[in-house]
């Protein structure tokens, strides 16, 4: 990540560089490498993205980082999570190659253990593991909406969108180009502001002195409503050229 943004921020000639273009768009903040200025810098970006003044913010982090778990984007804090590539380990990390030697010669010395995986096997799994921790930022509870972007070709694999989280997998759709997942995520958001306003426009056409009917029939269009927003996920992955979405 240090190294993509230090490669946004070299200045295009008399054009502004990719970070002043995100910038411009929306405040970009930086995941710290120190702990202590984590709840600064989480502070200020809740606060850029309060601000009806602004267009709102955006927050890069790595995978099995800082705010991989235990912080919190519901709601308007986080409507879209996008991950980049598949965060495997370092396969030169001691740790990580003591663990898949561990797991190989435990399958290799008794097979009849259905249970055990290999190293191999495990190596991935941890990989995707952190993949649907940092999806599961942007969806927080059941009434939450946003979009999922996993931009890497290898996530329209079968066998890769298997491990996703059951949530997501119903969900996954592929994109043939960047303008078709582009043109998907703009209808999905159309789509939530309009059964937001529908629901308003409801609201404000039944007085609570309304009959028993009229009641009931409020209550119905409520939960039609949450359920439609409880299945409204996005996902998008792209395939080589193109793109998969849901």
Avoid at 186 to 202: M, N, P, Q, R, Y
């Amino acid at each position: 990540m240090a190294d993509c943004i230090a490669a946004w921020k070299q200045p295009m000639g008399p054009s502004k560089s990719i970070w002043d273009r995100i910038n411009h768009h929306k405040k970009a903040f930086i995941e710290p490498k120190n702990k202590q200025e984590l709840g600064q810098t989480m502070d200020d970006f809740y606060k850029k993205v309060a601000d009806a003044n602004t267009t709102g913010a955006v927050f890069f982090a790595v995978c099995r980082g800082k705010v991989s778990e235990g912080v919190d984007f519901a709601d308007s804090r986080g409507r879209a999570v996008v991950v980049t590539g598949i965060p495997y380990a370092s396969s030169r990390d001691p740790k990580v190659i003591l663990k898949k030697k561990f797991l190989d010669d435990v399958q290799a010395s008794d097979r009849s253990v259905t249970t055990s995986i290999s190293g191999n096997e495990w190596y991935k799994q941890q990989a995707i593991r952190a993949v649907n921790q940092a999806i599961g930022r942007v969806i927080r509870h059941r009434k939450d909406y946003g979009a999922i972007l996993l931009c890497d070709e290898r996530f329209a694999s079968p066998a890769i969108i298997s491990q996703l989280s059951g949530w997501v997998r119903p969900f996954v759709k592929v994109c043939n180009n960047f303008g078709e997942a582009q043109g998907q995520v703009t209808k999905f958001f159309k789509s939530i502001e309009s059964v937001k306003t529908g629901a308003l426009d409801h609201l404000r056409s039944n007085s609570y002195g309304t009959h028993q009917k009229g009641t009931k029939t409020f209550l119905s269009s409520t939960r039609r409503l949450c359920r439609r927003l409880a299945r409204m996920h996005h996902f998008v992955a792209p395939r080589k050229s193109r793109y998969s979405i849901h």
